[in-house]
């Protein structure tokens, strides 16, 4: 953060302060989720193991990345690869913030069944 903050010619105080202002996060913050979202995208598009993109998304501890993970998107990293590996046409539950409502949603469409068959199928 010192470097980011002495390249913007400001304190670190006001370089944080300028950054929260815009971002609507601390620093640590979002550079933690752009983290996350990096190894999102390696869960997905490699085959290395969990603790491998923990390491080379800048987290050595390999169960505190778990839970950071899990905090963030709703599930580990290893369940979040095998629902993204499902086979299309299977409802995949959504993570994090979506998943209430996705289970909503989901009990709506089970009544909408239970009362109209016929509405259900359309």
Request: aromatic share 8%; glycine share 4%.
């Amino acid at each position: 953060m010192t470097e980011l903050a002495r390249r913007c010619n400001k304190s670190l105080t006001s370089f944080k302060k300028d950054f929260k202002q815009h971002f609507h996060e601390t620093p640590h913050k979002w550079l933690l989720k752009q983290r996350l979202m990096h190894s999102r995208l390696l869960l997905t598009s490699t085959g290395k193991s969990v603790s491998e993109i923990g390491l080379e998304c800048n987290f050595p501890n390999t169960s505190h990345y778990i839970k950071l993970f899990k905090q963030e998107y709703g599930v580990t990293p290893a369940i979040y690869r095998s629902r993204d590996r499902q086979p299309e046409g299977q409802d995949r539950q959504p993570e994090g913030q979506d998943r209430q409502a996705w289970i909503a949603e989901q009990a709506a469409a089970k009544q909408v069944k239970q009362k109209s068959p016929e509405l259900a199928e359309a």
